[in-house]
Structure formats: structure tokens, C-alpha cells
């Protein structure tokens, strides 16, 4: 239940048979041919998998190395996490015979990918989602509802994320034999932080094939943001026991001030049912996160991260908003791909060492696409030149 000291199960005690009939379920699942094999198929045929690993070779040019981008940005709904949600919402409906999804969501992008699972399997869905959210995510919150999502705004506390997650811990103790809880990322309490890595794991599985069949060797360098954690934890996995490959997590430094960077400049505690590294005030009063890029804004960090800095396997850095975008605008000018603002943290932390990085194979997991972010962007533009 623990790695280090970091995860655990911090929650009410009505949950505990709850989580134990999830991770009973899981474990019975990845074991089973037939579910993984169903799994597999949704990830096929309906979000797009195997991603290509493309030689991006023009900013290999520049930068003097040699970078390859794992392309999760061409799934359906345009990032990762859809790999995730098919594999819980599968899970839930076939495994578990729940009839109802809830799910919180910060930004929107994880209720997007949810009620699109929920679609998909025909699942009744409810995303919570705070008020203050609700309300700077319109489009992502009438795309949950065009896909069939009841979303509920909340008004309690801060009106955000984490009071949308004590929303949904609620809902899910009233209702725990109707429903099954989607996490988005590596964290919750355990065995959340171990099913999510297993459903994205397959990056990593892939991009080692990949790499290994266009390079003949192993990466020298993985390199992805951090959030919760997922799309880094899914690449990273198949790289772990390859002790030369250097596994490196990018979290958003946001403006110097505010940020999101629980690891590189948090401090332990207790969040989202979990013990891990979190950015928190003196009396230990969550603060709340700021990064330009939508989904780095969770004031925590899966604690499998935490494990792995501490056993010193994956080193972690944090990057500010204006080298994200300067990360934003080369991949794009220079590879015809916007890619999402949250990889463009980890695109930034490459040029900014790329002398380091000289003749090195260097592999960035682009976790999504930026057409999201195109508003982001061209406010940034305005204040700039005004
Ligand atoms: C949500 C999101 C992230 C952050 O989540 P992780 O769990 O840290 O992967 C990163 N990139 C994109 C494109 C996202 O949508």
C-alpha cells in the first residue's frame, strides 16, 4: 500500500471494503486475458494506439541531440488520459457490474475523457467540478454534457479542484455499490496510484519497443511533465529497472510565486487520501495551485514520485510559464506540433539543457495537443504587447 513511506489510505473508514473490492477486481482483471484483450481493443480502434515515437528531426538539429516524441497527443480527446479512463470505466462495468461514473475534474480535461469513456460503455456519469471551474472551463463543461455527463458545480470551500474531490469522496461513500470513483492521475488513496499506472503503462511499453526497434539501444534520457503524475509514471515504468536510462519529471514552477510544484518545492502532508508532497501553508491549509498549463494544476503529486526522488531513480525539476512557452512555440514552429502546455514544460527543460543532453537520445512523452491552450496563448500575446 505504501511506496517509501509515501501513499497509504487516508480516508474515512466506510471506504476501506470499498477500495479493498477495487483492488480484489483489478488485481483479477490485469490477470485476465479476455479484460486486458477488451482493453486493448477500445485502445485501438477507438483512442488510437500504438502512438507513434516520431524522430523530431529538425529540433534534434538545433538542439544537438537526438529527440524523439511519444505522440499521445494523436489520441482521441487529445491527450493520455483516455488510456486511463477506458481501463477504470471497463473495469467498473465489466468487473465490478457498476452501472454509475463519478469523477472529479480541475480544468476539464479528465471529465472530458471520462463522460467519453461513459459514452463509449454506455455508464451513467457524474462529473463534480468546482464552481470557480465550472465557470473558466465553459467549452470542456458543454462537451461533458454533449457526451452525456451530469456536471455538478460545487460551492463549498475554495470552489475548486479539491473541494470538487471532497464532493466526490462523498457521493462515492453514499453510493458505494452503484459506483465506482475514477481517478485521473497516479494519486488517491491506494490502490488508485497502482491501477492508473497500470492503465498508463502502455506508453512505456510502447516507446521501449519503439526505440529499441529504431535506435537498436536504449534511451539515454525519458523525459515528461508531472501533474498528478500519470503520463509520466506510464513511460517511466517500462524504464525503471534500466538503470542507465535517466528518468526526469518537469513540474510546472508556474510564475516563481504561485506554482504547482509539490515535489521540487512542497512539503509533506496528507491529500486526496493520500501521504505524499503537497504545496500547503504553515498550519497545513492546501494552497492552491497556479500554472499556465490547465492540467499541472493539482496541489499534489502521485506518491510513487515521491518514492522515486527520494531512492534518487528519477530526478525532478520544475520549469516557470515563460519557458513553457517558449517550449510551446519551438515545437510548434520547428515540428509543426502545438503540443499541449503541460509538455511543453518538459520540452523547455530539454532546451534549457540541451548542452548537457549533447549526442544523447532523448525521449519527451508529448502527453497532449495544445489546441486547448490556443486561448492561454493568445491572452499571453495581449499582455505582451500590451
Ligand atoms: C492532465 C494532463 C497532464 C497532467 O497529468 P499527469 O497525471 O501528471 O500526466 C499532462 N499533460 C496533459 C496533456 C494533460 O491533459
Known sequence: MYYGEYGGQFIPE?????????????????????????????????????TPLFFAKNSSQKLGIKLYLKREDLLHTGAHKINNTIGQCLLAKEVLKKTRIIAETGAGQH????????????????????????????????????????????????????????????????????????????????????IVSFFQSIIGVEAKQQILKLEGRLPDFVVACVGGGSNAIGIFSAFLKEKKVKLIGVEAGGNGKLHSASLTKGSLGVFHGMKTYL?????????PPHSIAPGLDYP??????????????????????????????FLSRFEGIIPALEPAHAMAWIIKNSKELKGKIVILNLSGRGDKDMEIYSNRKADHQA
Open 300 to 329: 499534489a503529486v502521485g506518491p510513487e514520485h515521491a518514492y522515486l526522488k527520494d531512492s534518487g531513480r528519477a530526478e525532478y525539476y520544475s520549469v516557470q510559464d515563460e519557458d513553457a512557452l517558449e517550449g510551446f512555440e
Open 279 to 287: 504545496i500547503q501553508d504553515e498550519d497545513g491549509q492546501v494552497l
Open 14 to 50: 466506510t471506504l476501506f471494503p470499498v477500495l479493498q473490492e477495487l483492488d480484489r477486481a483489478f488485481e483479477k482483471a490485469r490477470r485476465n486475458r479476455d479484460f486486458v484483450k477488451r482493453w486493448r481493443y477500445y485502445l485501438g480502434v477507438y483512442a488510437g494506439r500504438p
Open 111 to 194: 471529465g472530458v475523457a471520462t463522460a467519453t469513456a461513459c459514452a463509449l460503455l454506455n455508464l451513467k456519469c457524474t462529473i463534480y467540478m468546482g464552481r470557480k471551474d465550472v465557470e473558466r472551463q465553459k467549452i470542456n463543461v458543454l462537451k461533458m454534457k454533449l457526451l452525456g455527463a451530469d456536471v455538478v458545480p460545487v460551492s463549498s470551500g475554495t470552489e475548486t479542484l479539491k473541494d470538487a474531490i471532497n464532493s466526490a469522496l462523498r457521493d462515492w461513500i453514499t453510493n458505494p455499490t452503484s459506483t465506482h470513483y475514477v481517478i485521473g492521475s497516479v494519486v488517491g488513496p491506494y490502490p488508485f496510484p497502482k
